[in-house]
């Protein structure tokens, strides 16, 4: 059984997106077993002169590493990511890179029509930066709109036709873990070249 962590992309203590991650949880128990961690307690990125990582960044690194992909839920704040998740991701890619070549599925809840479109998009773009470089499932969007109304009696989703394009993506994700699990004969030169990336000599 493949072994997933499900990263909720805000600090907010009641989101729409840790409840989508929620329902995968318990949804698809019987083909995957999906950890779901939060950033919320993570400090601010300070980018620490020793490249002191702080405990909980490295648990997290460390799940990541272990796991067979990710699936990130984020919201829409201002057309983009939350800065939760981008403060997450600046500690994820400094001095440890757990996300080379890590297969990653996204997803998003928002309390509008749009469904946090824009948010993943940007992420997209964020997650394959030179520090990142990790595996994204391509052509693949979940947008859960009006989210807020969207889940009923033990944070099912109300309409069908959601969990059944959403069961339809997780048996892509699973398909794709499987298929980027063997495209891995660079890894060692992918994560060589995220260590010794640098923005200050380019």
Known sequence: MKKFIGLVGTNSDHSTNRTLLQFMQNHFSAKAEIEILEIKDMPVFNK??????????QVMADKINDADGVIISTPEYDHTVTAALLNALSWLSYGIFPFVDKPVMITGASYGTL????????????????????RIMPSSEFLLSHSLQAFGEENNLNDQAQVEKL?????????????????NHAHAQ??????NFSWETI
Do not use: M
């Open 48 to 57: 620490p002169e020793d490249k002191g990582i702080p405990e909980i960044v």
């Open 115 to 134: 469904g946090s479109s824009r948010a993943q998009l940007h992420l997209r773009q964020i997650l394959d930066a030179p520090e990142l470089k990790a």
């Open 167 to 183: 069961e339809g993506l997780f048996e892509d994700f699973l398909t794709f873990v499987t298929i980027t699990n063997q495209l």
């Open 190 to 195: 992918n994560t060589k070249e995220a260590e």
